[in-house]
């Protein structure tokens, strides 16, 4: 983007002509012309207002708009990022979902397998499990294999 100093320079130079009158003529080549300094004379004069640019008010609108642009960017990569963060979450979460089905099944299979099921104490203890206990355990296999592996 251009330097203040130097779009302010081109702004007053380009609002300098819009005092002058235009006028509408007809070329060599028969084209419709409009300008501040007809080059015939059976020129028409048209009656346009013409005001002066108003700097103030126009770098107040540049700086509006380029506020409204930078906004607008912002959001827009806040969006990309957010988008990128749900599918990478969504990718991790069915990872993760398979890892735990994986390991549920695992489980279910190893109790389902084995006679005797045991917990381990610490320090070499094993205390083994009874009929009924075993067969909760079993149950409580079977069900978190079903609802993880959905």
Do not use: W
């Amino acid at each position: 983007m251009l330097p203040r100093p130097l779009l302010l320079a081109l702004l007053l130079v380009v609002a300098g002509p819009s005092f002058a009158d235009v006028y509408r003529y007809v070329d060599a080549q028969g084209q419709v012309q409009y300008t501040d300094r007809p080059q015939t004379l059976p020129a028409e004069r048209l009656d346009i207002e013409s005001r002066r640019t108003d700097i103030v008010e126009l770098n107040e609108r540049i700086a509006a708009q380029k506020a409204q642009t930078e906004a607008a960017d912002e959001a827009r990569s806040a969006a990309q990022s957010q988008a990128a963060d749900t599918r990478e979450g969504a990718e991790l979460s069915a990872k993760d979902k398979a890892e735990r089905c994986a390991q549920a099944r695992e489980r279910f299979d190893k109790y389902t397998a084995s006679h005797r099921l045991y917990e381990d104490l610490g320090d070499g203890q094993r205390r083994y499990l009874s009929d009924a206990e075993i067969d909760a355990a079993r149950d409580g296999a079977r069900r978190a294999m079903q609802e993880l592996c959905k």
